[in-house]
C-alpha cells in the first residue's frame, strides 16, 4: 500500500481554498528555482561560506580556496546574476559580500539544518 494515497476520498475544501489562494507564483518559482540552482554547486557553496562574514577579492577567493581566479570569477558570475553575492570597486580591485542579512540566513539556516539533522542521526 503506497502511504501517500488516502484511504478515503474527501476534499477539505476550506485548507485547497486556502493554500490556493496563497500559492507561490509562477516567476517567483522560477526565481526561487534558479536561487537553489545557483547555490546547489560545491565551489559556489564554499565562495558563499568565504563571503559570509568578510570581503573578498577575486584573488583571495582563489587563495582560500585553491582555484584558478577565471573559475572563481566565473562561479561569482552565477552568484550574481541570481542576487546572492554583490560586488563594489576599489581602484582596479573588485571585492565581493554577500548581498543582503536575508543570503546571510539563508546560508546560515541550510548550514544549521545540516548540522542539526547529522547529530540528530548520530543518537
Known sequence: MN???????????????EVQK?????NDIDKVSKLFKAISDPTRI????????????????SVVLNMS?????HQLKSLKDVDLVRSRKDG????YRLADEHVHQLFT????????VHDEKDL
Do not use: G, P, W
Open 46 to 61: 564554499k565562495i558563499l561560506y568565504a563571503l559570509k562574514s568578510n570581503e573578498l577579492c577575486v584573488c583571495d577567493i
Open 22 to 26: 496563497n500559492i507561490i507564483k509562477t
Open 92 to 95: 582596479k580591485t573588485r571585492f
Open 109 to 116: 539556516q541550510a548550514i544549521d539544518h545540516v548540522n542539526e
Open 3 to 17: 502511504s501517500y494515497t488516502c484511504e478515503t476520498i474527501f476534499i477539505h475544501e476550506d485548507k485547497v481554498k
Open 69 to 73: 581566479q577565471s573559475s572563481i570569477s
